[in-house]
């Protein structure tokens, strides 16, 4: 079964510095891989998705992921972070069997130093 | 185009009580899915509907049911409500392009939740 870890519960940034959010899942083949946000009391965004081809997958937001089959890793960087980016990260896996089932890690939230 | 619709936002009942939850998916997309939210066991995938049957499930128990009808519109109910089920229910829609391993490529689009509080 398909499973992913965010290993870091809680990231404490500087406004203006460089982030990067981890991610690990475990799938027998190559997963589809989603990071989505959540700002309070809202629903989740979608930023970006790596389905298959280039490893290096840009998203809205400045955001990028870099999928890395050898560490099983799909890690979520931005250069420069805005206070507007303070809020709750999840990645997502879903199989190739084709079912709609995403499987989350158990979130990373951020919150940005002025 | 409007984006995921669920209502109600808030919701709160007592012990024993049912309740339903409503999602309106964004027009053209045929998929619904539902995802329960909590502290303790974060993002839990519940069922997912598609052409008015259920598709996929999780592992949830008997009380968690839902439907979908023939303009896509979804609702899932709880009954015999229980203090463990206060949560945040997420409804996300999907185009559902293409069935078999493609069907997995389908982006679902996430509503803002219905936040339900057990008393």
């Known amino acids: 079964a398909q499973s992913v870890t965010q290993p870091d519960i809680h990231i404490t940034v500087s406004e203006g510095a460089s982030l990067e959010l981890r991610c690990n899942y475990s799938?027998?083949?190559?997963?589809?891989l989603f990071w989505y946000v959540q700002s309070p009391g809202q629903g989740l965004q979608l930023l970006l998705k790596?389905?298959?081809?280039?490893?290096l997958v840009q998203g809205i937001k400045g955001f990028e992921a870099e999928f890395k089959r050898s560490q099983s890793s799909f890690n979520l960087r931005k250069p420069s972070v805005h206070w507007s980016d303070a809020a709750e990260y999840f990645c997502?896996?879903?199989?190739?069997?084709?079912?709609?089932?995403?499987?989350f890690g158990q979130g990373t939230r951020l919150t940005i130093n002025p | 185009k409007a984006g995921v619709t669920q209502t109600p936002r808030y919701l709160i009942k007592t012990r024993g009580q049912q309740v339903t939850l409503s999602c309106s998916p964004i027009?053209?997309?045929?998929?619904v899915s539902w995802y329960q939210q909590t502290p303790g066991q974060g993002l839990q995938f519940l069922f997912e509907?598609?052409?008015?049957?259920?598709?996929n499930k999780g592992n949830f128990p008997g009380r968690f049911s839902g439907r979908q009808f023939s303009n896509s519109r979804s609702e899932m109910n709880v009954s015999t409500l229980e203090l463990g089920d206060s949560a945040l229910y997420l409804c996300?829609?999907?185009?559902?392009?293409?069935?078999?391993?493609?069907?997995?490529?389908?982006?679902?689009?996430f509503g803002a939740g219905t936040r339900l509080s057990v008393l």
């Open positions: 509907y598609f052409s008015e049957t259920q598709r």
């Open positions: 996300a829609s999907s185009q559902d392009l293409a069935g078999g391993p493609q069907l997995a490529k389908n982006i679902q689009y």
């Open positions: 027009s053209g997309h045929r998929s």
């Open positions: 790596y389905f298959s081809g280039d490893t």
């Open positions: 997502a896996v879903v199989g190739l069997q084709g079912a709609q089932k995403l499987v």
């Open positions: 799938y027998g083949a190559t997963p589809y």
